[in-house]
């Protein structure tokens, strides 16, 4: 994090802004429209900043900057275009440990002024750091064509209601916020963003009147598929759900980038299971799940790809709906999806497979249970989940019962994401390319003739 992201209060705060042109305009209508006391150092000013003087808006200083100028001062931005001047107002600046802003010079800027979608009392800021300021514009554009104006008339309604659900609720924070959740994201919050002010408020008060803290109490399990790694292949009922969990268990199968999307304030719990390794047993999690929604938490369990496809999160509902605990399975992209469309490789083709199997590579015991007989036809294509370890005896089984050693294979490492590598070869030669490539897990092998469509199709980053 390059910046500390902060909202300043600076109602009826002196500021200093040394500078008097069309940059220096804009900095002082942001400072203004914060109710900023604004002191303006400049020989001379720009029409519109001459427009605020005599509106009474802004005290002019009609002359060149000097030190003496940021005597009581909040804080500073510099926008003229002497880099001098510049310079010596952030030297002073830090020397006084006042905020400073130098226009387009991110190496002397303290603070930086973001692109802002205003919607108050809701705002949203949006800040490259200095490095794409047109890119922070362009994504500030496509918030506000996504964003209702509503959203403001809905946080001024949240705001009268504070006191009330505190009074209603006293120090349960757990009934509060999900008294806010619910009403946030429910009818009410459609009124108020249809235009409806009053009749969001009445039925928001109805709710209040109705809602019960131990009702609201109750704890609920989310097994939520994370998909194949990449953030960009989350669904959105998956992100909607991250942000409303107490505590997440996760695996190794997901992604930090996507761990760190879940509400900050949520507790995390590292559940991940590797090849003769388990941070803690499948039985464990199923019964710490019952437990911590019996606590009365919301629980996200977060599965890599798909939580019904080698998941086990047909084991864990069983568990939960024998306690009794309300849950929801959000389904994933699974991991055979989205590592053979970042391949490639098309599972089906007219020309080459007409069905697709998935298969686990995870053995019980000494053996793989696979039904290696019905595995060797050359019109479909195989998919192995968690085979790394085990690639030597699943390719030679295949080739045992039938399969010809020619058939093209592939082994897929960190699906869709930025390291992710594409290894072609054979059944024949796969356990080699293996081991002398030095592939590791997560990587899903695809067998079949599709992946001959590998380098024709494959993104050629990958």
Same mark, same amino acid.
């Given at each position: 994090?390059?910046?500390?992201?902060? @909202?300043?209060?600076?109602?009826?705060?002196?500021?200093?802004?040394? &500078?008097?042109?069309?940059?220096?305009?804009?900095?002082?209508?942001?400072?203004?429209?914060?109710?900023?006391?604004?002191?303006?150092?400049?020989?001379?000013?720009?029409?519109?900043?001459?427009?605020?003087?005599?509106?009474? !808006?802004?005290?002019?200083?009609?002359?060149?900057?000097?030190?003496?100028?940021?005597?009581?001062?909040?804080?500073?931005?510099?926008?003229?275009?002497?880099?001098?001047?510049?310079?010596?107002?952030?030297?002073?600046?830090?020397?006084? =440990?006042?905020?400073?802003?130098?226009?387009?010079?991110?190496?002397?800027?303290? @603070?930086?002024?973001?692109?802002?979608?205003?919607?108050?009392?809701?705002?949203?800021?949006? %800040?490259?750091?200095?490095?794409?300021?047109?890119?922070? !514009?362009?994504?500030?554009?496509?918030?506000?064509?996504?964003? /209702?104006?509503?959203? =403001?008339?809905?946080?001024?309604?949240?705001? !009268?209601?504070?006191?009330?659900?505190?009074?209603? @609720?006293?120090?349960?924070?757990?009934?509060?916020?999900? $008294?806010?959740?619910? *009403?946030?994201?429910?009818?009410?919050?459609?009124?108020?963003?249809?235009?409806?002010? *009053?009749?969001?408020? *009445?039925?928001?008060?109805?709710?209040?009147?109705?809602?019960?803290?131990?009702?609201?109490?109750?704890? *609920?399990?989310?097994?939520?598929?994370?998909?194949?790694?990449?953030?960009?292949?989350?669904? @959105?009922?998956?992100?909607?759900?991250?942000?409303?969990?107490?505590?997440?268990?996760?695996?190794?199968?997901?992604?930090?980038?996507? +761990?760190?999307? +879940?509400?900050?304030?949520?507790?995390?719990?590292?559940?991940?299971?590797?090849?003769?390794?388990?941070?803690?047993?499948?039985?464990?999690?199923? #019964?710490?799940?019952?437990?911590?929604?019996?606590?009365?938490?919301?629980?996200?369990?977060?599965? &890599?790809?798909?939580? $019904?496809?080698?998941?086990?999160?047909?084991?864990?509902?069983?568990?939960?709906?024998?306690?009794?605990?309300? $849950?929801?399975?959000?389904?994933?992209?699974?991991?055979?999806? &989205?590592?053979?469309?970042?391949?490639?490789?098309?599972?089906?083709?007219?020309?080459?497979?007409?069905?697709?199997?998935?298969?686990?590579?995870?053995?019980?015991?000494?053996?793989?249970?696979?039904?290696? /007989?019905?595995?060797? %036809?050359? %019109?479909?294509?195989?998919?192995?989940?968690?085979?790394?370890? #085990?690639?030597?005896?699943?390719?030679?089984?295949?080739?045992?019962?039938?399969?010809?050693?020619?058939? /093209?294979?592939?082994?897929?490492?960190?699906?869709?994401?930025? #390291?992710?590598?594409?290894?072609?070869?054979?059944?024949?030669?796969? /356990?080699?390319?293996?081991?002398?490539?030095?592939?590791?897990?997560?990587?899903?092998?695809?067998?079949?003739?599709?992946?001959?469509?590998?380098?024709?199709?494959?993104?050629?980053?990958?």
């Amino acid at each position: 994090m390059d910046y500390f992201p902060l @909202f300043l209060d600076l109602r009826a705060q002196p500021c200093l802004l040394v &500078g008097g042109g069309e940059v220096a305009l804009r900095k002082a209508q942001l400072l203004l429209a914060a109710g900023g006391h604004l002191t303006v150092v400049a020989p001379a000013l720009c029409e519109g900043l001459a427009a605020l003087r005599e509106q009474n !808006r802004l005290v002019h200083r009609a002359r060149r900057w000097q030190p003496d100028d940021l005597q009581g001062m909040r804080l500073a931005i510099a926008a003229t275009d002497d880099t001098a001047i510049n310079a010596d107002v952030h030297h002073h600046c830090e020397a006084a =440990g006042i905020l400073v802003n130098v226009v387009d010079d991110p190496a002397r800027c303290r @603070f930086i002024t973001p692109s802002i979608v205003d919607r108050s009392p809701l705002m949203i800021a949006i %800040s490259s750091g200095g490095n794409a300021p047109v890119l922070a !514009r362009l994504i500030r554009a496509r918030i506000e064509a996504w964003l /209702p104006h509503g959203y =403001g008339a809905l946080a001024q309604l949240a705001g !009268r209601l504070r006191d009330r659900v505190k009074a209603r @609720f006293g120090h349960d924070d757990r009934a509060r916020r999900r $008294f806010w959740e619910q *009403a946030l994201d429910g009818p009410a919050a459609e009124r108020a963003l249809a235009g409806d002010v *009053a009749g969001a408020e *009445a039925a928001l008060n109805a709710t209040l009147a109705d809602s019960d803290a131990d009702t609201l109490a109750r704890g *609920a399990v989310y097994l939520v598929g994370a998909g194949p790694g990449n953030p960009d292949l989350l669904t @959105f009922r998956a992100l909607r759900l991250m942000q409303r969990a107490d505590v997440v268990l996760y695996d190794n199968l997901v992604s930090p980038e996507i +761990v760190d999307l +879940v509400r900050r304030d949520a507790e995390r719990l590292y559940v991940g299971k590797k090849a003769s390794n388990h941070a803690l047993p499948q039985e464990d999690i199923n #019964q710490l799940l019952v437990r911590l929604a019996r606590e009365g938490k919301t629980v996200l369990r977060l599965k &890599g790809g798909d939580p $019904f496809i080698f998941g086990r999160g047909g084991e864990e509902i069983e568990e939960l709906a024998a306690a009794g605990i309300e $849950f929801q399975v959000v389904p994933g992209i699974t991991s055979a999806a &989205g590592a053979s469309c970042y391949a490639g490789i098309p599972l089906t083709h007219r020309d080459y497979a007409q069905s697709v199997t998935f298969v686990t590579g995870h053995r019980r015991g000494e053996e793989i249970e696979l039904d290696w /007989p019905r595995l060797t %036809s050359a %019109s479909e294509t195989i998919v192995v989940y968690m085979g790394v370890a #085990q690639a030597p005896r699943i390719c030679a089984q295949l080739i045992a019962h039938g399969r010809a050693a020619d058939t /093209p294979a592939a082994i897929v490492e960190k699906a869709t994401l930025p #390291q992710q590598r594409t290894l072609v070869g054979t059944l024949a030669t796969l /356990p080699e390319l293996l081991a002398s490539s030095g592939v590791k897990p997560p990587a899903l092998i695809i067998i079949g003739d599709v992946v001959r469509l590998a380098g024709k199709l494959g993104w050629r980053h990958c």
